[in-house]
């Protein structure tokens, strides 16, 4: 097959983050997505709580950022990513889960992935009464209430500004996350398919 022939049928790319508040359902979604377009799930939530129950230098660092509801620092956050972003299977598309969460892990990304870009950033989004309810009945232990508010209010100040950064770009989308999980992900595939080509 010639060069062209092999870009013809080269798969598109999906280079993808989700973001939502906390109880907007991404790490549901993201499950189901990822198996979807073939493509690893990172979700730096479930990175660090893994850290944490490994015991390692790094859970160490993040176990009480965490139970606070706070955020870790960017550089180490970048330093995990960037790490994770490297292995092979990341190479064709991946779906962020949980970063990035400031302006400064947005502009990393970016940075990163130059010359690349990400091809879409879906903005998942839910009502305050769903979001808290769905955030005390899932019970992980760093959901404590006072945790669940600090980081409601982590949110709104540090990355829903985020999605300016990625409005401002064009590639970012809104996508209603109420609803079961089933009509949730049919709705993000359609995004997901009439976004990436
Ligand atoms: P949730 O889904 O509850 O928002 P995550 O599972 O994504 O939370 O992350 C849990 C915790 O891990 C956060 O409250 C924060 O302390 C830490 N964390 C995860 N990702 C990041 C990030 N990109 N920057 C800073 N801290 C992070």
Redesign the pocket.
């Known amino acids: 097959m010639t060069a062209e022939g092999t870009d013809l049928v080269r798969t598109p790319s999906h280079r993808l983050v989700i973001l939502g ?3 907007a359902g ?2 549901t979604q993201c499950e189901r997505l990822s198996h979807h377009y073939g493509i690893p799930h990172i ?4 990175m ?2 893994s850290a944490v129950a490994a015991g390692t230098e790094l859970g160490r660092r ?1 176990k009480a ?2 139970e606070a ?6 550089s180490l ?1 970048q330093e995990i ?1 960037a790490e994770r972003l490297s292995q092979p299977d990341a190479a064709q598309g991946f779906l962020l ?6 302006e400064a ?1 947005a502009q990393f990304l970016d940075d990163y992935l130059a010359p690349r870009a990400l091809d879409l950033v879906i903005n998942i989004e839910v009502p305050d009464e769903v979001v808290i309810a769905r ?1 005390l009945a899932r019970g ?1 232990a ?2 404590t209430e006072e ?1 669940i508010c600090r ?1 409601l209010e ?2 709104e100040k540090e990355t829903a500004p985020l999605i300016h950064f990625y409005r401002d770009k064009g590639i970012l989308v809104s996508v209603d996350g109420y609803g079961s999980p089933d009509e949730v992900e049919q709705r993000l595939i359609e995004v997901i398919d009439s976004h990436v080509s």
Request: no cysteine; hydrophobic share 30%.
């Open positions: 508040r906390q109880g991404k790490g979700s730096t939530g479930d660090l709580r993040a950022i965490m509801g706070d955020l870790v620092p960017d956050m990513v889960d949980g970063f990035p969460r400031t892990q955030m992980r760093d959901d945790a980081r982590l949110y």
